[in-house]
């Protein structure tokens, strides 16, 4: 059986969450879209050997060589590797070297869920079923704050707030598949919902269309 989910939205609405709560419910794989960016930004950080000399060519570059294996390492969850993610995906090169394995992803025996920003309109827009996950800004803010907080990462909640609003203004004004609801969408708000009542909307949205 095939069926893909595809879950967008912006940083710390939620999907994270709600991507792996529904995988483990109808044993679908997950695929988080963002630490292939993530994965890419560092990769072609360590290749310019600075933040403000990365340009097209190495993260092109590190786009292409990018494995499995890259996607599983912890330092992928900093500030840092957001930032350079969010640079390395305005570059519609990067985009299309990631496409296919995306898509290949997306059609897997057993079905899938994928989160990220252009998963229902760029990557699977035959999606069987497609959330657009939103919350305020000070509740995104407050809620990756204390993700980085309880990991050890020494920030402040203002520093995360002001990071979160470049990343998402940067990541919905880029030309190259910018982050925007799918007309096709249920979007769910998450501001006021915990994270086990915003899984249930979104398993009960699936169930209906199973
Ligand atoms: O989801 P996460 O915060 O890990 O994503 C990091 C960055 O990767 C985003 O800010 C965005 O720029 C980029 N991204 C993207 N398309 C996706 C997933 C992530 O452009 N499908």
């Known amino acids: 059986m095939r069926f893909t989910v595809a879950i967008d939205g912006p940083a710390a609405a939620g999907k994270g969450t709600i991507s792996r709560g529904v995988a483990a419910r109808f044993g679908f794989a997950h695929l988080d879209t963002g630490l292939l960016y993530r994965a890419t930004g560092r990769r072609a950080l360590i290749a310019a ?30 500030a840092e590797a957001g930032a350079a993610a969010s640079r390395v995906a305005a570059i519609p090169a990067v985009r299309a ?17 994928l989160d990220g920003r252009d998963i229902g309109t760029v990557i699977c827009p035959d999606a069987d079923v497609k959330l657009f996950v939103t919350a305020s800004d000070a509740v995104r803010a407050q809620r990756r704050y204390e993700e980085l907080h ?33 007309a096709d969408a249920l979007q769910l708000d998450t501001t006021s919902l915990t994270a086990a009542e915003a899984l249930d909307c979104a398993i009960a949205h699936i169930e209906a269309k199973l």
């Open 150 to 182: 309880l990991a050890g990462h020494d920030v402040t909640y203002e520093d995360v707030a002001a990071q979160l609003a470049e990343r998402d203004a940067r990541d919905a004004a880029r030309d190259a598949a910018p982050m925007i609801a799918a």
């Open 49 to 78: 050997g600075a933040a403000d000399a990365v340009g097209e060519v190495e993260a092109i570059a590190a786009a292409k060589a990018l494995t499995e294996a890259d996607l599983a390492r912890d330092d992928l969850r900093t």
């Open 97 to 113: 070297a990631l496409l296919d394995w995306q898509r290949g992803f997306a059609r897997r025996e057993g079905g899938a869920v």
